[in-house]
């Protein structure tokens, strides 16, 4: 597509409840970013796909929260047992591979209300 | 472990005036570094970014940033600030090693007619 794009762009959940969030990267683009803005607050990086493999999960605020990605395309961010804690908006990012200099571009963001 | 600090929350100039956004980074090798523009109610857009070379790097919409490697600084800059110009301003810092790519906290920026 023509940018990356993220679904649902809102989403309202009760506490205890399971969430998927979804992101479509840019077609081609290999390296795929999920980070947590909350109100008011800067971005927290969460994870990062380099293809379909994870080297870096250490963002991960607990072990509620996982990410997969497969094809080398869509990356799906799961939180388990969602906590108020947990609102914010994650947002996804998609760069090219071939250099690591590359900026990254940002979808839309998923706005997640935990009531 | 990488890190970025903007100091200033809040940056407020007036229309036409030149404006600066303060960052400063850390990282453990030669960085890459990168300043990123979000206006309301839209996403993260890319501004402009230093690789290497001039230290004076030139962006998107008059936006330049200077990169200081003995202050660790990478100020963005503009020498006349436009009111469409306030937004949230993050810089970020990527360690040469990796994509891992660190934010810092984000200023917002307030330019008055």
């Known amino acids: 597509g023509a940018g990356v794009s993220q679904s649902p762009s809102n989403k309202v959940t009760e506490k205890g409840k399971d969430v998927e969030l979804r992101c479509d990267p840019i077609s081609g683009h290999t390296a795929l970013y999920w980070y947590r803005q909350s109100l008011g607050q800067g971005l927290e990086f969460l994870i990062y796909?380099?293809?379909?493999?994870?080297?870096?999960k250490s963002g991960l605020p607990s072990d509620r929260f996982s990410a997969e990605r497969t094809g080398g395309s869509v990356s799906t961010l799961t939180i388990q047992r969602t906590q108020q804690e947990d609102s914010a908006v994650y947002l996804c990012?998609?760069?090219?591979?071939?250099?690591?200099?590359?900026?990254?571009?940002f979808g839309q963001g998923t706005r997640l209300t935990v009531v | 472990a990488q890190s970025v600090a903007q100091p200033e929350d809040q940056v407020n100039v007036a229309e036409g005036n030149p404006l600066t956004v303060k960052c400063t980074y850390s990282v453990s090798g030669n960085p890459y570094l990168f300043w990123y523009v979000q206006y309301p109610n839209r996403g993260l857009q890319f501004l402009l970014k230093y690789i290497t070379g001039d230290n004076l790097v030139k962006g998107s919409y008059g936006f330049e940033a200077e990169f200081n490697k003995s202050q660790t600084s990478f100020h963005l800059k503009k020498p006349s600030a436009l009111v469409s110009d306030s937004a949230l301003y993050f810089c970020a810092v990527r360690d040469i090693g990796g994509f891992k790519t660190i934010f810092g906290a984000g200023t917002r920026l307030f330019v008055k007619a």
């Open positions: 990012a998609s760069s090219l591979f071939t250099s690591m200099n590359t900026e990254a571009f």
């Open positions: 796909f380099q293809g379909n493999s994870a080297p870096d």
